[in-house]
């Protein structure tokens, strides 16, 4: 191989670099986006969940509307106050106080619902929903399959009796299982709203009663009851007004249905027979009685006797 070919080589890939280098500086100058240098501060201020639950595409794109102007300071859900206080600093803004926002499940049936239906399919909410609009009796109530179950990264949410439940604890009102939910009956509320009318059942009361036990039936008690005008039946279902609703609870207690929810817990309603009987055919352990024979035990109580003293 000759030497003075292996150097001509080596000098013409050296100079061949030299002037991409130079042409791919002068491309960053000419083609360089501007980019705020106050968004990569932001981003580090979120938790960085990339959930979506405040709309935007993860958490640099939030980072960015909050920067620009088109999102608020407190737009992180998962963050929360902790979060929007850090964006607040580094935009010198001031972040306006809110109330703490969880998902709330507007369903009491569960298993006090009836099937109209035994769904082999999918478990999945959205693919019974094209199966006659669902296994359940109730056109408007979760099917308790889980979708939103799936859906939450937070494990706030779950299936207790046939329905889904939320843990307020763990949520960070991300929206995902309100976004899931093919029957729209999650929704974001705050957390200082202590009452809710878990149902959303827009039938006639005889309707309601032949699907669910716990629906509600339309019968105004709760806004007859009520002292400050905050329940109304609206389209045959309870409606509470919050700028009105003082969390008094007493519309919870004259529900004849117990479909209005308060927040204190309290004795749990008595089940319908489907659960009765699951709980029922569940394994119990039996206890095992060390005892006697019965003839050992009718001679010892008759010596007993024979040797007790006489009272007369």
Do not use: W
Not at 65 to 78: D, K, L, Q, Y
Not at 117 to 137: F, I
């Amino acid at each position: 191989m000759d030497m003075q070919n292996v150097i001509y080589a080596v000098a013409v890939l050296f100079i061949m670099g030299i002037v991409f280098a130079i042409l791919l500086g002068v491309a960053a100058k000419v083609f360089a986006v501007e980019v705020d240098e106050r968004v990569p501060l932001v981003r580090e201020c979120l938790p960085g969940a990339n959930c979506g639950g405040c709309g935007f595409p993860g958490c640099d794109g939030l980072a960015a509307a909050i920067v620009e102007g088109r999102a608020p300071v407190n737009g992180c859900p998962v963050g929360g106050a902790a979060a929007a206080e850090k964006i607040a600093k580094v935009l010198g803004v001031e972040v306006a106080a809110g109330d703490r926002q969880v998902a709330h499940v507007y369903c009491n049936g569960g298993c006090n619902a009836k099937d109209k239906a035994n769904y082999e399919g999918l478990q999945d909410c959205n693919a019974a929903m094209r199966v006659a609009s669902g296994p359940k009796a109730c056109s408007f109530g979760c099917m308790g399959l889980g979708s939103c179950v799936k859906a939450c990264a937070f494990d706030a949410i779950h299936i207790v009796d046939g329905v889904a439940k939320v843990d307020t604890d763990k949520c960070v009102a991300c929206g995902k299982c309100v976004s899931t939910c093919p029957k729209k009956i999650i929704n974001l509320v705050s957390e200082v709203k202590k009452v809710h009318v878990n149902c959303v059942n827009k039938d006639k009361g005889p309707e309601v009663m032949k699907v669910c036990s716990n629906g509600c039936i339309g019968c105004k008690m709760c806004e007859k009851t009520c002292k400050f005008d905050a329940i109304h039946v609206v389209d045959g279902v309870a409606k509470i007004d919050y700028d009105k609703c003082k969390n008094c609870e007493m519309c919870t207690k004259v529900c004849p249905e117990g479909c209005i929810e308060r927040f204190r817990p309290r004795k749990r309603r008595p089940r319908s027979r489907k659960c009765r009987l699951s709980r029922l055919l569940l394994p119990r352990p039996r206890l095992r009685l060390q005892s006697r024979p019965l003839k050992q035990r009718l001679l010892r109580t008759s010596n007993d006797r024979s040797s007790a003293p006489c009272a007369g």
